[in-house]
Structures are given as C-alpha cells and as structure tokens.
C-alpha cells in the first residue's frame, strides 16, 4: 500500500503502475476537501516513489 487515508487508498499493481480507489466512509464517493487532501498526499508519494526509481 502507498498510501491510504479515510477517503482514500493507492497501491502499486505493477512497477510503475498505481491504483487509487476512492472509498468514502459514507454512501457515496465524493470529492470534498479531505478526499482532495488526501489525493495530493497520495501524489506526493507517487512523485517520490519515481524519483528514487529514477536515481536507482
């Protein structure tokens, strides 16, 4: 797992490939301001997780 919040979850299925699913505690996804917090946390793991790809 990269990442995972209340609202959301990443994981990498692949090398270089990542899933993110929206998984909101109540009925309905929705892109408030924690699902939006927490999806710019998931992409700076992302971006990091490639840049020390890339310098291996």
Do not use: W
Request: glycine share 4%; net charge negative.
């Amino acid at each position: 797992m990269i990442y995972q919040s209340e609202t959301l979850q990443v994981k990498e299925v692949r090398s270089g490939i990542a899933e993110l699913c929206f998984s909101s505690p109540q009925s309905v996804n929705k892109l408030d301001l924690a699902t939006l917090e927490s999806l710019d946390k998931a992409s700076m793991r992302l971006l990091h997780g490639a840049i020390l790809r890339d310098l291996s």
